[in-house]
């Protein structure tokens, strides 16, 4: 598990304020591409959609598929962070064991280390934040909506409530 601490002094450093947030850095970062050199790697590696919502997303976001199997790949504009998720159906997508990865997933691991990202897992992103953003009510406000997307459910647990909703 990444540090917490730290990773609210990395999200209070790019954003300049908890209470009123900068957002410059997106429009700076999407200009830029700065991993498109990495993105030309996953392409070698897999097909690749590029889905990012400059409106919600503070994080690139992409679909691969290989082989009939699909991820969502986050790459944060924040700093060099990475969240991966098995697969795209927001009922389905669950964390990729780092345990037992799938070829696929051991390649796509090693590709960001070579590219310096750290790979966040589920109990470090579901951390409260303080940053105030647009869509996400303060009392869910975590790790990821700061350094991935801002939507007030986190992509994980629209499975969960989808699966709550069913049993009523």
């Known amino acids: 598990?990444?540090?917490?601490?730290?990773?609210?002094?990395?999200?209070?450093?790019?954003?300049?304020?908890?209470?009123?947030?900068?957002?410059?850095?997106?429009?700076?970062?999407?200009?830029?591409?700065?991993?498109?050199?990495?993105?030309?790697?996953?392409?070698?590696?897999?097909?690749?959609?590029e889905t990012t919502d400059p409106n919600d997303d503070v994080s690139f976001v992409y679909t691969l598929s290989k082989s009939r199997r699909e991820w969502l790949l986050q790459l944060s504009m924040v700093d060099r962070y990475a969240v991966v998720l098995r697969g795209l159906d927001p009922v389905g997508c669950t964390f990729v064991s780092w345990d037992s990865p799938t070829p696929e997933e051991q390649a796509l691991r090693e590709l960001l280390q070579v590219h310096h990202f750290t790979i966040l897992d589920q109990q470090t992103l579901e951390q409260p934040c303080p940053l105030k953003m647009h869509n996400t009510d303060p009392e869910n406000m975590c790790i990821y909506q700061a350094l991935f997307s801002d939507v007030d459910v986190l992509p994980w647990e629209t499975a969960k409530r989808h699966e709550e909703k069913k049993e009523k």
């Open 1 to 49: 598990m990444e540090d917490t601490q730290r990773l609210l002094n990395v999200i209070q450093r790019k954003y300049k304020s908890f209470e009123e947030p900068e957002f410059w850095f997106v429009s700076k970062m999407i200009s830029s591409q700065p991993y498109a050199p990495m993105v030309s790697h996953l392409q070698k590696l897999f097909t690749v959609q």
